[in-house]
């Protein structure tokens, strides 16, 4: 008699075949359930630079000519490659840009056309010559009060060809010396006026005359020339023009 091998109940197997895919699915939740590590601190992508606009001289790119720093605050001249357009940057960048008029009036600026004075009123003094022989000078200034920065506006002309800072009244605000001709009934620039005595005359930051020194034959007899330091005792009543 044959016997025959026993066969598994197909609701076995069934059942086998069940329990083997709901394994299969718990342990492929635990894996995407599971937390995930933090990332490591610093690890995430930096944020982005701010972007500040260009600060452009004349419609191109400006040229650094002179920087220094007063009081803590940096302080840049800027220009355009021909010298027709120039600003003065204040504070860190972007700072606080000024245009300056004198470039406009065909004074010639350089890496020496920017200087600055601390005190009670932090100023700083743009100056460059004009002229073929650079006989004359125009300057402009830009003055600090209470951390605040302005440019008052006014060019200051210098015949003679200096300008100078110098707290010359001793109050901790630095004074403004122009040096001209003293050529009363002549125009400046003429042969007259040329061979005409020299004078300092000063003003305050606000433009405010002070007053003028006694002649003198030329600008280098003035102390302290081409840094002319002047005091109040220097000084008198502007003779007329």
Same mark, same amino acid.
């Given at each position: 008699?044959?016997?025959?091998?026993?066969?598994?109940?197909? /609701?076995?197997?069934?059942?086998?075949?069940?329990?083997? #895919?709901?394994?299969?699915? !718990? $342990?492929?939740? @635990?894996?995407?359930?599971?937390?995930?590590?933090?990332?490591?601190?610093?690890?995430?992508?930096?944020?982005?630079?701010?972007? +500040?606009?260009?600060?452009?001289?004349?419609?191109?790119? *400006?040229?650094? =000519? !002179?920087?220094?720093?007063?009081?803590?605050?940096?302080?840049?001249?800027?220009?355009?490659?021909?010298?027709?357009?120039?600003? #003065?940057?204040?504070?860190?960048?972007?700072?606080? #840009?000024?245009?300056?008029? $004198?470039?406009?009036?065909?004074?010639? =600026?350089?890496?020496? /056309?920017?200087?600055?004075?601390?005190?009670?009123?932090?100023?700083?003094?743009?100056?460059?010559?004009?002229?073929?022989?650079?006989?004359?000078?125009?300057?402009?200034? %830009? @003055?600090?009060?209470?951390?605040?920065?302005?440019?008052?506006?006014?060019?200051?002309?210098?015949?003679?060809?200096? %300008?100078?800072?110098?707290?010359?009244?001793?109050?901790?605000?630095?004074?403004? $010396?122009?040096?001209?001709?003293?050529?009363?009934?002549?125009?400046?620039?003429?042969?007259? *006026?040329?061979?005409?005595? @020299?004078?300092?005359?000063?003003?305050?930051? /606000?433009?405010?005359?002070?007053? *003028?020194?006694?002649?003198?034959? /030329?600008?280098?007899?003035?102390?302290?020339?081409?840094? $002319?330091?002047?005091?109040?005792?220097? %000084?008198? +009543? *502007?003779?007329?023009?």
């Amino acid at each position: 008699m044959r016997t025959s091998a026993a066969r598994t109940p197909r /609701s076995a197997l069934l059942t086998a075949v069940l329990a083997a #895919v709901v394994t299969l699915g !718990a $342990i492929g939740a @635990v894996f995407l359930l599971r937390p995930r590590p933090e990332a490591p601190a610093g690890a995430a992508e930096p944020a982005a630079a701010p972007v +500040t606009a260009a600060v452009t001289c004349g419609g191109g790119p *400006c040229r650094e =000519l !002179a920087a220094v720093t007063v009081g803590g605050t940096p302080v840049v001249l800027l220009s355009d490659a021909a010298g027709g357009s120039a600003r #003065v940057r204040v504070g860190a960048e972007p700072g606080t #840009v000024f245009e300056l008029s $004198i470039a406009k009036l065909g004074a010639r =600026l350089d890496q020496n /056309s920017l200087r600055c004075i601390d005190g009670t009123a932090p100023t700083c003094l743009v100056r460059g010559d004009v002229g073929q022989e650079g006989k004359a000078a125009y300057g402009e200034l %830009l @003055v600090a009060s209470g951390g605040v920065w302005r440019a008052p506006g006014k060019p200051y002309f210098a015949d003679a060809g200096t %300008l100078s800072l110098y707290d010359v009244t001793a109050d901790g605000r630095p004074d403004v $010396i122009v040096v001209r001709h003293d050529c009363r009934g002549a125009d400046p620039g003429t042969a007259k *006026c040329d061979a005409a005595p @020299v004078l300092g005359q000063v003003y305050d930051v /606000s433009g405010k005359p002070v007053g *003028c020194t006694r002649r003198y034959t /030329s600008p280098s007899d003035l102390r302290g020339w081409p840094d $002319i330091r002047l005091t109040r005792a220097d %000084l008198r +009543t *502007c003779p007329s023009s």
